[in-house]
C-alpha cells in the first residue's frame, strides 16, 4: 500500500495547476485504505491513480445524476470547486461502484490519444516527406486509437499561420516558440498508414471512445473538444490498426509496403514505458532495415531538465551511416513546439 500511496501523492503534485479537482482527489486518496485496496485492483507495471480516476470519469459519465458530477467540469455545466463534500462524494461512488470498476481497473489502460501532438508531427513528417522525396508509408508503435496517423487530415493554426486541410472539423493550435519550422500550406502525401498497438483501440466501438474521453482529465475541455472532433473524423475512414508487438509483429507489416515506398516509422512517448532491451533491440532492427530500404525513424527523446518539454529525433542513413537529427523539442500534448534544425 505505502507504494500506492507515493503514487497518489506525486500526481497529486503533478495535477496542482492543472487538475484541481484530480490534485484534491488524489489527496485524499492516497489516505484511505479503502479506495487504496481498490487501486490494487491494477496490474503491476500500470498507472494506478490514472486508472482509478479515469474509470470513475467513465462510470460517472453514464450516472450523471451522482452528486459527485456537481465537480467535474466535463459533466456540470457550473461546477462546483473541490470542498468538503467532494472527495467523501468520490469515495462514496467509487466503493458503491467497485464492482463495475473492477473489470476497467483490470482490463483498461492509460491509452491517451494525444491529438495536439499532431501539431509536432505535421513538421516533423513533412521533413521526412521531403528527404524521402515521396509519398510516406507512415507506421506508427503504440498509437493508441491512430488519431494522430491522420495528421493530414486535420487543419491547423500556428500563431494565426494556417496550415494543413482547410475543411476538417479538427483545428488544432499550436504555437512556435523558436525556429522555422517547415509548414507548408497543403500537408505531404501519405502512401499508406497503419498502427501496431498491443491494445489498439477502436474509434468505431461506443466504449472504446467513451474511455479515450474519459482519461482526458475533467478541467481539459479543449483538449476534450479536439478529441471529439477527432473522432468523428476517424468514424468515417478507420485508420488500420493491428493488435501485436511492436517488435514481433513490426517485419511483416514492413514487407507488406512495397520496396520503392519510403518509410516514416514514428514512436513519440511510447517507448518510455517499454523496457530498456526492447528499446535496443527496435533500434537494432530499424537500423538494419535503413541499410536495405529508404526508412526514416521519428522517435522520442527524453524530457529536458526541468520536465517541460520532451523532444523528437531524426533517424536515417547517410553515406556516413546512421545520422540523428533532433528536430524538436514541445509540450508533450503538443501546445508549442521549438524547432532545432
Given at each position: 500500500?505505502?507504494?500506492?500511496?507515493?503514487?497518489?501523492?506525486?500526481?497529486?503534485?503533478?495535477?496542482?495547476?492543472?487538475?484541481?479537482?484530480?490534485?484534491?482527489?488524489?489527496?485524499?486518496?492516497?489516505?484511505?485504505?479503502?479506495?487504496?485496496?481498490?487501486?490494487?485492483?491494477?496490474?503491476?507495471?500500470?498507472?494506478?491513480?490514472?486508472?482509478?480516476?479515469?474509470?470513475?470519469?467513465?462510470?460517472?459519465?453514464?450516472?450523471?445524476?451522482?452528486?459527485?458530477?456537481?465537480?467535474?467540469?466535463?459533466?456540470?455545466?457550473?461546477?462546483?470547486?473541490?470542498?468538503?463534500?467532494?472527495?467523501?462524494?468520490?469515495?462514496?461512488f467509487?466503493?458503491?461502484?467497485?464492482?463495475?470498476?473492477?473489470?476497467?481497473?483490470?482490463?483498461?489502460?492509460t491509452?491517451?490519444?494525444?491529438?495536439?501532438?499532431?501539431?509536432?508531427?505535421?513538421p516533423?513528417?513533412?521533413?521526412?516527406?521531403?528527404?524521402?522525396?515521396?509519398?510516406?508509408?507512415?507506421?506508427?508503435?503504440?498509437?493508441?486509437?491512430?488519431?494522430?496517423?491522420?495528421?493530414?487530415?486535420?487543419?491547423?493554426?500556428?500563431?494565426?499561420?494556417?496550415?494543413?486541410?482547410?475543411?476538417s472539423?479538427?483545428?488544432?493550435?499550436?504555437?512556435?516558440?523558436?525556429?522555422?519550422?517547415?509548414?507548408?500550406?497543403?500537408?505531404?502525401?501519405?502512401?499508406?498508414r497503419?498502427?501496431?498497438?498491443?491494445?489498439?483501440?477502436?474509434?468505431?466501438?461506443g466504449?472504446?471512445?467513451?474511455?479515450?474521453?474519459?482519461?482526458?482529465?475533467?478541467?481539459?475541455?479543449?483538449?476534450?473538444?479536439?478529441?471529439?472532433?477527432?473522432?468523428?473524423?476517424?468514424?468515417?475512414d478507420?485508420?488500420?490498426?493491428?493488435?501485436?508487438?511492436?517488435?514481433?509483429?513490426?517485419?511483416?507489416?514492413?514487407?507488406?509496403?512495397?520496396?520503392?515506398?519510403?518509410?516514416?516509422?514514428?514512436t513519440?512517448?511510447?517507448?518510455?514505458?517499454?523496457?530498456?532491451?526492447?528499446?535496443?533491440?527496435?533500434?537494432?532492427?530499424?537500423?538494419?532495415?535503413?541499410?536495405?530500404?529508404?526508412?526514416?525513424?521519428?522517435?522520442?527523446?527524453?524530457?529536458?531538465?526541468g520536465?517541460?518539454?520532451?523532444g523528437?529525433?531524426?533517424?536515417?542513413?547517410?553515406?556516413?551511416?546512421?545520422?540523428?537529427?533532433?528536430?524538436?523539442?514541445?509540450?508533450?500534448?503538443?501546445?508549442?513546439?521549438?524547432?532545432?534544425?
Amino acid at each position: 500500500m505505502s507504494d500506492l500511496r507515493t503514487q497518489f501523492r506525486e500526481l497529486a503534485t503533478w495535477a496542482e495547476g492543472t487538475s484541481p479537482l484530480y490534485a484534491h482527489l488524489c489527496r485524499e486518496a492516497a489516505e484511505d485504505a479503502a479506495l487504496l485496496d481498490l487501486a490494487a485492483t491494477v496490474p503491476e507495471g500500470r498507472q494506478a491513480p490514472h486508472l482509478l480516476l479515469a474509470a470513475a470519469h467513465y462510470l460517472l459519465d453514464r450516472n450523471p445524476d451522482h452528486r459527485l458530477a456537481e465537480y467535474y467540469p466535463s459533466i456540470a455545466p457550473e461546477p462546483r470547486d473541490p470542498d468538503d463534500e467532494c472527495f467523501p462524494a468520490f469515495r462514496e461512488f467509487c466503493l458503491d461502484h467497485a464492482d463495475d470498476l473492477r473489470p476497467l481497473l483490470g482490463n483498461r489502460r492509460t491509452q491517451t490519444n494525444a491529438v495536439r501532438r499532431s501539431a509536432v508531427l505535421y513538421p516533423a513528417i513533412t521533413q521526412v516527406a521531403r528527404a524521402a522525396d515521396g509519398p510516406l508509408a507512415l507506421v506508427e508503435l503504440g498509437p493508441s486509437a491512430g488519431l494522430n496517423l491522420l495528421f493530414d487530415r486535420y487543419r491547423y493554426d500556428y500563431d494565426g499561420r494556417v496550415v494543413g486541410k482547410g475543411d476538417s472539423p479538427v483545428t488544432i493550435e499550436s504555437s512556435v516558440r523558436s525556429g522555422d519550422p517547415p509548414l507548408p500550406e497543403t500537408p505531404p502525401d501519405i502512401h499508406s498508414r497503419v498502427g501496431i498497438d498491443r491494445n489498439p483501440l477502436d474509434v468505431t466501438d461506443g466504449a472504446d471512445r467513451d474511455w479515450l474521453r474519459a482519461l482526458v482529465w475533467p478541467e481539459h475541455g479543449a483538449r476534450r473538444a479536439v478529441l471529439d472532433s477527432a473522432l468523428t473524423v476517424a468514424r468515417g475512414d478507420p485508420p488500420r490498426l493491428i493488435e501485436g508487438d511492436m517488435l514481433d509483429d513490426l517485419p511483416p507489416v514492413l514487407a507488406d509496403i512495397p520496396s520503392d515506398v519510403p518509410v516514416c516509422v514514428v514512436t513519440t512517448l511510447v517507448l518510455y514505458q517499454v523496457p530498456e532491451e526492447l528499446i535496443e533491440a527496435l533500434t537494432a532492427f530499424l537500423e538494419g532495415r535503413m541499410t536495405e530500404r529508404s526508412l526514416h525513424w521519428l522517435t522520442g527523446r527524453p524530457a529536458l531538465s526541468g520536465g517541460e518539454s520532451v523532444g523528437l529525433d531524426w533517424k536515417r542513413r547517410t553515406d556516413a551511416g546512421v545520422q540523428t537529427t533532433h528536430l524538436v523539442d514541445y509540450k508533450p500534448h503538443g501546445a508549442w513546439l521549438s524547432w532545432r534544425p
